[in-house]
C-alpha cells in the first residue's frame, strides 16, 4: 500500500469506505424493509381473521347458522379465510397467517386467516435489483470523482516538484510556483521558495567569496613570484624551492577561480573546437615527462563549446594519469565527441570511482606519491564536460581509464541555439 501513489491510496480509501458503508446500508434497509412489509402482511391476515370471526359469531346469534356435532358450516366468501374443525398448517405456507377459535354450540370451529407475501418478495427483489445495479454505479462515480478531485489537488504538488527537481546550482533564482490557493499546499510552495531564497543567497556569498580570495591572492603571489626570481641569484636553492611552492599556490588561485566562474554558470564559448588537435597539443606540451604518452586520434571529431575550457579538461586528465601511470598514457579521441586517458598505473579502486571527482579530495595513495596535487583537477574536468553538454567518468574494469563523452558538433545546432534563444524570450 505505500509503494502506491497518493492519488491511487485515497481513491482505494474512498471507494472502499463508501463500499462498505453503503454494504452495511444495504443490509439495515433490507432488514428493516421485510421486518415492517411482514408487520404489515400479518395485520392484514389479523384483520381478516378478526372480521371471518365475527361474521361468524353474527350468524350465529342470529340464529341462521345449523350447527351439526363436529362440523359447522358459515358463509365463507373470502379465500384467505378457512373455518374448520381443526387447523391446517400447510394451509399457511408463502402466507403470514392468523388463528382463532370460535364457540359454536357445543363445540369450537377453528378461523384461519392469511395475507399473501409475494407483495414482500417482490419488494425485496427490486431492492437487491436496485442495489446490485445502483451500488456499483455509485462506487465508480466516487472513485472517478475521489481520482478527479484528488489529482486536481495534487497536481501543483506535481509541478512543483518537477520545478523543484529541475533547479540546480546553477540557475538558484528560479522558483518553484505557487498555487493561487490558500492550502497547505500552497504553504509548501512558498515554504520552498524561502527555502530557495536563503540558498541562493548563502550560495551566491560562497561563489563571490572563493572568487574574491583567488583574485586578491593572485596579485601578491606575482609580486612574491618576480621578487623570487630576482632572488634567484643570491640564493639559488631557497628562492627555487619558494618559487615552486608559490607556483603550486598559483595554480590553486587559478583552479579556484575556474571553479567560482564555472559555479556561476558563466556559459562557455560557442566555438568550433577539434578534440583529435587539442589532444595533440595537450599531450606534446607533456612530452618528455616520466612517461611516455601515445596518441589514438580520430580525426573530424568536433565539438562546440570553448577551446581554453576543453584544453584544461585534458591538460587535467593527461596530469592526472601521468602521476599515477608506470610508464605509458594513451590518449585517444573518438568520434562523435570521446576523449579516454589511458594509464598503466594501479587504477582508481571501484570504492573510489566517484569521490576522485569530489572537490579536495585525493585517495592516500595520491598523497603518497604526489604531495603537490590539490585535489581540484578531476573536479574541473568533470565541471567542463558538463558545462560541454557531456559526462566524465571512470572506464574500465581497472579502473585507469577516464572517459569524457561531449555533445557532438552537428549541423544545424546554432539554428537550434537561435531558436532556444528565441522561444525563452518569448516566454518571458
Same mark, same amino acid.
Given at each position: 500500500?505505500?509503494? /502506491?501513489?497518493?492519488? &491511487? !491510496?485515497?481513491? @482505494?480509501?474512498?471507494? *472502499?469506505?463508501?463500499?462498505? #458503508?453503503?454494504?452495511?446500508? =444495504? +443490509?439495515? /434497509?433490507?432488514?428493516? &424493509? !421485510?421486518?415492517? @412489509?411482514?408487520?404489515? *402482511?400479518?395485520?392484514?391476515? #389479523?384483520?381478516?381473521?378478526? =372480521? +371471518?370471526?365475527?361474521?361468524?359469531?353474527?350468524?350465529?346469534?342470529?340464529?341462521?347458522?345449523?350447527?351439526?356435532?363436529?362440523?359447522?358450516?358459515?358463509?365463507?366468501?373470502?379465500?384467505?379465510?378457512?373455518?374448520?374443525?381443526?387447523?391446517?398448517?400447510?394451509?399457511?405456507?408463502?402466507?403470514?397467517?392468523?388463528?382463532?377459535?370460535?364457540?359454536?354450540?357445543?363445540?369450537?370451529?377453528?378461523?384461519?386467516?392469511?395475507?399473501?407475501?409475494?407483495?414482500?418478495?417482490?419488494?425485496?427483489?427490486?431492492?437487491?435489483?436496485?442495489?446490485?445495479?445502483?451500488?456499483?454505479?455509485?462506487?465508480?462515480?466516487?472513485?472517478?470523482?475521489?481520482?478527479?478531485?484528488?489529482?486536481?489537488?495534487?497536481?501543483?504538488?506535481?509541478?512543483?516538484?518537477?520545478?523543484?527537481?529541475?533547479?540546480?546550482?546553477?540557475?538558484?533564482?528560479?522558483?518553484?510556483?505557487?498555487?493561487?490557493?490558500?492550502?497547505?499546499?500552497?504553504?509548501?510552495?512558498?515554504?520552498?521558495?524561502?527555502?530557495?531564497?536563503?540558498?541562493?543567497?548563502?550560495?551566491?556569498?560562497?561563489?563571490?567569496?572563493?572568487?574574491?580570495?583567488?583574485?586578491?591572492?593572485?596579485?601578491?603571489?606575482?609580486?612574491?613570484?618576480?621578487?623570487?626570481?630576482?632572488?634567484?641569484?643570491?640564493?639559488?636553492?631557497?628562492?627555487?624551492?619558494?618559487?615552486?611552492?608559490?607556483?603550486?599556490?598559483?595554480?590553486?588561485?587559478?583552479?579556484?577561480?575556474?571553479?567560482?566562474?564555472?559555479?556561476?554558470?558563466?556559459?562557455?564559448?560557442?566555438?568550433?573546437?577539434?578534440?583529435?588537435?587539442?589532444?595533440?597539443?595537450?599531450?606534446?606540451?607533456?612530452?618528455?615527462?616520466?612517461?611516455?604518452?601515445?596518441?589514438?586520434?580520430?580525426?573530424?571529431?568536433?565539438?562546440?563549446?570553448?577551446?581554453?575550457?576543453?584544453?584544461?579538461?585534458?591538460?587535467?586528465?593527461?596530469?592526472?594519469?601521468?602521476?599515477?601511470?608506470?610508464?605509458?598514457?594513451?590518449?585517444?579521441?573518438?568520434?562523435?565527441?570521446?576523449?579516454?586517458?589511458?594509464?598503466?598505473?594501479?587504477?582508481?579502486?571501484?570504492?573510489?570511482?566517484?569521490?576522485?571527482?569530489?572537490?579536495?579530495?585525493?585517495?592516500?595513495?595520491?598523497?603518497?606519491?604526489?604531495?603537490?596535487?590539490?585535489?581540484?583537477?578531476?573536479?574541473?574536468?568533470?565541471?567542463?564536460?558538463?558545462?560541454?553538454?557531456?559526462?566524465?567518468?571512470?572506464?574500465?574494469?581497472?579502473?585507469?581509464?577516464?572517459?569524457?563523452?561531449?555533445?557532438?558538433?552537428?549541423?544545424?545546432?546554432?539554428?537550434?541555439?537561435?531558436?532556444?534563444?528565441?522561444?525563452?524570450?518569448?516566454?518571458?
Amino acid at each position: 500500500m505505500r509503494r /502506491l501513489s497518493v492519488r &491511487l !491510496r485515497a481513491t @482505494l480509501v474512498a471507494t *472502499v469506505t463508501v463500499a462498505l #458503508a453503503l454494504g452495511v446500508s =444495504a +443490509a439495515v /434497509l433490507a432488514w428493516t &424493509l !421485510r421486518s415492517s @412489509l411482514e408487520e404489515s *402482511v400479518g395485520e392484514e391476515a #389479523a384483520r381478516r381473521l378478526a =372480521a +371471518a370471526t365475527h361474521s361468524i359469531a353474527v350468524a350465529t346469534d342470529d340464529g341462521r347458522l345449523t350447527v351439526m356435532h363436529d362440523i359447522g358450516r358459515v358463509p365463507n366468501p373470502d379465500p384467505d379465510v378457512r373455518i374448520s374443525p381443526s387447523p391446517d398448517p400447510s394451509w399457511g405456507e408463502g402466507y403470514a397467517t392468523a388463528t382463532g377459535k370460535v364457540p359454536v354450540g357445543a363445540g369450537t370451529l377453528t378461523v384461519q386467516a392469511r395475507a399473501s407475501l409475494r407483495p414482500v418478495q417482490d419488494a425485496l427483489a427490486a431492492l437487491r435489483s436496485l442495489l446490485l445495479v445502483g451500488v456499483p454505479v455509485l462506487l465508480l462515480l466516487v472513485a472517478v470523482l475521489t481520482w478527479t478531485l484528488v489529482g486536481r489537488t495534487l497536481a501543483p504538488v506535481s509541478a512543483i516538484r518537477a520545478k523543484f527537481a529541475s533547479i540546480t546550482a546553477n540557475d538558484l533564482h528560479e522558483r518553484v510556483p505557487v498555487p493561487a490557493t490558500r492550502d497547505e499546499v500552497a504553504h509548501l510552495a512558498r515554504t520552498m521558495n524561502a527555502t530557495l531564497d536563503r540558498l541562493e543567497r548563502a550560495v551566491e556569498r560562497h561563489k563571490r567569496f572563493v572568487a574574491d580570495a583567488a583574485h586578491e591572492l593572485r596579485s601578491p603571489l606575482a609580486t612574491l613570484r618576480t621578487r623570487l626570481e630576482l632572488g634567484l641569484r643570491a640564493s639559488p636553492r631557497l628562492a627555487t624551492e619558494a618559487l615552486a611552492d608559490v607556483e603550486r599556490i598559483q595554480r590553486l588561485a587559478e583552479d579556484l577561480l575556474l571553479l567560482a566562474r564555472l559555479d556561476a554558470g558563466e556559459p562557455p564559448a560557442n566555438d568550433e573546437v577539434d578534440l583529435g588537435q587539442v589532444a595533440t597539443e595537450e599531450a606534446l606540451r607533456r612530452t618528455g615527462g616520466r612517461a611516455r604518452i601515445e596518441l589514438d586520434v580520430a580525426g573530424d571529431v568536433v565539438v562546440r563549446g570553448s577551446r581554453t575550457h576543453l584544453a584544461r579538461m585534458i591538460g587535467n586528465l593527461l596530469d592526472n594519469a601521468v602521476r599515477h601511470a608506470e610508464s605509458t598514457v594513451t590518449v585517444r579521441v573518438a568520434p562523435p565527441a570521446r576523449v579516454e586517458v589511458i594509464d598503466d598505473g594501479p587504477g582508481i579502486p571501484p570504492e573510489h570511482r566517484e569521490s576522485v571527482f569530489d572537490r579536495f579530495t585525493r585517495l592516500d595513495e595520491a598523497r603518497a606519491r604526489d604531495a603537490g596535487g590539490s585535489g581540484l583537477g578531476l573536479a574541473i574536468a568533470r565541471d567542463i564536460a558538463r558545462h560541454h553538454g557531456g559526462t566524465l567518468v571512470v572506464a574500465g574494469e581497472r579502473g585507469s581509464c577516464l572517459r569524457a563523452d561531449l555533445r557532438p558538433y552537428r549541423d544545424g545546432d546554432e539554428e537550434e541555439e537561435k531558436e532556444e534563444k528565441n522561444e525563452a524570450r518569448a516566454d518571458r
